[in-house]
């Protein structure tokens, strides 16, 4: 699988060498002079090189871990589409199937959860994340995110409701947030769910399949994330409330998928992981009202190989904090803040569901990527990643279960 | 004579109204499908299988009806003397819309298929099962 990282980048930079070849060739055409030519070949392998740089970089390479001292724990196995994963206390689990259903499962054994909203299933939509209250002890109170609609409704969008769990019942459901402009296309709902130390919920919508009319339309759903008090109303202080025709509820915008998030926990900052086109997922530290440049600015390309832009910055966009070449499809984001494993604290995890490994990141005090490894290579599309209360990994891998980290004594 | 008429005029209405099911199973094929089968149908060797030439396809036509309405045939196939063992979600497809998809599949790229493939027989395989 390594190859077809190697095969994009250096596809590009043939791309790069052939374009700015074939002006010098042109111009060779009328130089007879074998002196110069030997000249323009130095100088033009010198500047290909240069560019090049921009998509060869040394972070590309991702390790196989040099020691493994934990095991990888299959404590679940009955899964379809194990969208997300929550903790309702150190040993119970509450997890979500894409195609509608709920469960709680203690000891390995599990029990679905009743009056589950009804979904929309289409493409990449259905039911998507789980997310409990921070006073969940006292108010029982859980936050949903699903696609809602019908093929009568022209198709659907993303929704977030949240209902009270009463035993394995659900009661009290309360939609608090709906993407308008319903579309049968079955791409980029998003979305995870993430409380910060405010209170304050944040969603994502993904650009829904239409990345020219979305995403940097502040008056239309999708391709933004979203923040809303735990009622579902607008928080007074959201960047974009005094202007007209934007919708209020959001926070940032310029977003392609993001389906990770996670809030940090030195900084109170909330972090993102989004699936870009081919060679641009991205992770992204979310900041009020600012434009993270879907699709204006990419370091992706089209899936057919042809050029969304050759715009990679703008003086008014964000540039995200990595990104990766090649994609890897990011699902899930968690960071480690437990001692349970050696050296992992303060690392990035994130689920790769095309690569299928969770993939762990090292961060130096500048927020740069400084090392990538595979945990539990080849193992399936890993969906979803969390850290429980006390302190250990969970994953999530389609149609294979659910997974804990175990460290070796 | 009327009797040859009446057989040209059915086969014009059948061939139009194909036409128009492989049209709109090509939009749903873009939309759904074709990140992991490719726009040439050809898949990922190992990973996605290939949906043009495929051996599997025209061998089982009824079993792929029923996982493209329901979800992935459970097991490992082997596509063109090639294993797979991923499982495909189900996308969430009206009947009438994966009787399109499928209408598109068997008559692209390389492929040919006489049949039109229905609505109506969508269902009846589904509710058989």
């Known amino acids: 699988m390594a190859q077809s990282g190697s095969v994009h980048a250096w596809g590009a930079w043939g791309r790069r060498f052939k374009s700015c070849h074939s002006d010098y060739f042109i111009k060779f055409i009328y130089m007879k002079n074998i002196q110069i030519l030997i000249f323009l070949i130095l100088s033009i392998n010198i500047s290909c090189a240069q560019l090049g740089e921009t998509y060869i970089r040394d972070d590309e390479t991702i390790n196989i871990p040099e020691t493994i001292n934990y095991e990888i724990k299959n404590i679940y196995s009955d899964v379809e589409i194990p969208w997300s994963i929550e903790f309702l206390n150190n040993e119970t689990i509450i997890y979500a199937e894409k195609r509608g259903e709920i469960f709680i499962i203690k000891d390995g054994k599990s029990i679905k959860v009743e009056n589950v909203p009804e979904i929309y299933l289409r493409g990449q939509g259905g039911l998507l994340d789980l997310e409990l209250h921070p006073n969940f002890a006292n108010n029982n109170l859980i936050y949903i995110s699903y696609a809602l609609g019908s093929r009568e409704d022209g198709g659907g969008n993303t929704a977030v409701s949240r209902a009270k769990l009463i035993q394995n019942k659900l009661t009290d459901l309360e939609l608090l947030y709906k993407g308008e402009g319903n579309s049968t296309r079955g791409q980029h709902f998003g979305t995870r769910l993430q409380f910060d130390n405010d209170g304050k919920l944040f969603f994502a919508i993904g650009d829904r399949g239409n990345r020219d009319e979305l995403p940097q339309n502040l008056s239309l759903d999708g391709g933004k994330i979203y923040r809303i008090n735990d009622d579902g109303t607008i928080p007074d202080d959201n960047p974009f409330v005094n202007d007209e025709n934007t919708i209020k509820a959001i926070y940032s915008y310029g977003h392609r998928n993001p389906q990770g998030i996670f809030l940090h926990p030195k900084t109170g900052k909330i972090w993102t992981n989004e699936h870009g086109p081919k060679g641009g997922d991205e992770i992204n530290i979310i900041s009020k009202g600012k434009n993270y440049g879907w699709p204006k600015i990419t370091y992706g390309i089209n899936y057919s190989g042809t050029t969304i832009t050759d715009e990679k910055e703008h003086p008014e966009m964000e540039q995200p904090l990595y990104y990766w070449i090649p994609s890897i499809a990011p699902s899930g984001f968690a960071y480690v803040s437990s001692n349970k494993y050696k050296k992992w604290k303060g690392s990035l995890l994130t689920g790769s569901l095309k690569f299928k490994y969770l993939e762990r990141l090292v961060l130096n005090k500048n927020n740069k990527v400084v090392y990538r490894e595979k945990i539990a290579d080849s193992i399936g599309r890993v969906r979803d990643v969390k850290e429980s209360p006390d302190g250990f990994i969970y994953f999530t891998v389609e149609n294979k279960g659910i997974f804990k980290i175990v460290p070796k004594e | ?129």
């Open chain 2, 1 to 129: 004579m009327r009797f040859v008429f009446f057989l040209l005029f059915s086969c014009v209405i059948f061939s139009q109204e194909k036409e128009k099911s492989v049209e709109r199973g090509k939009l749903l094929y873009e939309d759904l499908c074709l990140r992991c089968h490719s726009p040439d149908g050809k898949g990922i060797k190992g990973i996605y299988p290939p949906l043009d030439k495929s051996d599997f396809l025209f061998k089982h036509i009824k079993e792929s009806i029923i996982a493209v309405k329901k979800g992935g045939i459970e097991g490992d196939i082997i596509v063109n003397g090639e294993k797979y063992e991923g499982y495909m979600e189900n996308m969430g497809l009206y009947s009438d819309e994966v009787a399109d998809v499928m209408n598109y599949i068997l008559n692209s790229w390389n492929n040919k298929y006489d049949k039109i493939i229905t609505e109506e027989y969508v269902d009846e395989l589904i509710n058989k099962k």
